[in-house]
């Protein structure tokens, strides 16, 4: 079973939606979490953190973190051109004491004008 | 200037070069990672270390050699670089366990 599993293939929303971005992880002792952006050829942009069950907002961005589901996720509202990017989800690895990442694949973001 | 700073940012060489890819941050921190990227494959961890005498195996680290020269410095070896190797390379930082990893700007390698 795979540590970090994000399944969407490619999101495709007009600009001024909501994109709705899905991680599922396999650690139940995971207690941190995170959301990455990372546009072709860059390297990756910490764009949200979240420990505690529940919802945290930043500007347009939502994480939304279930442990019992074991599962976390990324809204974006308001969707711009610029948003355009592949988007990772990483949490920490409590089986290697908390001391890695184990990120995801990643989900590619098409706003489309 | 970056708080995580790669070099070189591009490499091109040949199969059975040794490449020296260079990671120096500014952010204090001291814990630093190697990940490679690969399309398909998302990040891996080559090596990581959280202070001066400290190294670790990461998911993949046959191949390749770490040292950190100081807490602000780590790099990574290829001894006899081969062509499977070519993928962007990527540094990061972090405070502690439990927060965020920073990345550094990332070397693109080639190797023909």
């Known amino acids: 079973q795979k540590e970090v599993e994000q399944n969407s293939g490619p999101l495709s929303v007009p600009e001024g939606a909501i994109a709705s971005l899905n991680c599922t992880y396999s650690d139940r002792g995971s207690q941190s979490f995170f959301w990455y952006r990372q546009y072709s050829g860059k390297s990756p942009e910490l764009i949200m953190s979240i420990y505690s069950n529940g919802d945290k907002e930043d500007g347009r961005f939502t994480a939304q973190l279930n442990k019992a589901s074991q599962y976390v996720s990324l809204l974006i509202r308001d969707s711009q051109p610029s948003d355009s990017a592949t988007y990772l989800c990483a949490v920490n690895s409590a089986y290697y004491g908390n001391n890695r990442l184990a990120f995801g694949k990643g989900n590619q973001v098409v706003v489309i004008p | 200037d970056a708080d995580v700073t790669q070099t070189p940012r591009n490499r091109i060489t040949k199969t059975g070069k040794r490449i020296m890819l260079e990671c120096s941050q500014t952010k204090g921190h001291d814990r630093m990672y190697w990940y490679r990227q690969d399309p398909g494959l998302g990040l891996r961890l080559i090596y990581y270390?959280?202070?001066?005498?400290?190294?670790n195996k990461g998911e993949i680290s046959d191949g390749y050699s770490v040292s950190r020269q100081a807490q602000a410095k780590f790099s990574l070896s290829l001894e006899s670089a081969i062509p499977n190797q070519t993928a962007l390379y990527f540094c990061?930082?972090?405070?502690?366990?439990?927060?965020?990893?920073?990345f550094g700007d990332g070397t693109r390698l080639s190797i023909l």
């Open positions: 990061a930082t972090s405070d502690r366990s439990n927060q965020p990893q920073h």
């Open positions: 270390s959280f202070d001066v005498k400290d190294i």
